[in-house]
């Protein structure tokens, strides 16, 4: 073998007698998955905004079957009135949920301005989307600076 100094990618190995050269690779750490980093308050929005839209469906489901006469009038003006609200609730809770999996600024976008349209379609349901809609602002917020 030749004694020639070794090249910057190469490493110098004795075994016994033998003195030989072999290359070698810097070993670098793969990311796994999408290797994006996720964010803590748009999973807690997402979370509580699947919860309410669950509830907010058995509810208004619930309301608009169980009745009969003046009462299911009154419980088919009603969900009439709240569903756009629901619709867009329903949609953001999708898109909060798409944005923190997938890491993506853009569906974390949409979902808290869905959020904040739902409030107001329907304002006096705004305590039950505020809360998520912060988180997804805060959440949109955060991703530029956790994956940026």
């Given amino acids: 073998m030749d004694d020639k100094p070794s090249s910057s990618n190469t490493q110098r190995t004795t075994s016994g007698n ?6 070698y690779t810097t070993a670098k750490p793969q990311k796994t998955g999408s290797g ?6 748009l999973l807690i929005a ?3 905004g ?36 629901l619709i867009c609730a329903v949609l953001a809770a999708i898109f909060n ?12 976008l949409t979902g ?3 959020y904040a349209v739902a409030m107001a379609l329907f304002p006096v349901y ?12 805060v959440g949109f917020a955060n991703l530029k600076k956790l994956n940026g």
């Fill in 18 to 23: 033998r003195s030989y050269t072999t290359p």
């Fill in 97 to 108: 949920t798409l944005g923190w999996a997938m890491s993506h600024r853009g569906f974390s």
């Fill in 50 to 85: 699947v919860l309410y839209a669950l509830y907010s469906i058995f509810y208004w489901a619930g309301a608009a079957s169980g009745s009969s006469g003046a009462e299911a009038i009154g419980a088919g003006i009603a969900t009439a009135l709240v569903m756009p609200h």
């Fill in 112 to 114: 808290a301005i869905l």
């Fill in 126 to 137: 705004f305590m039950f989307v505020i809360i998520q809609m912060i988180l997804s602002f």
């Fill in 36 to 41: 994006k980093k996720k964010s803590t308050a």
């Fill in 46 to 48: 997402a979370i509580l």
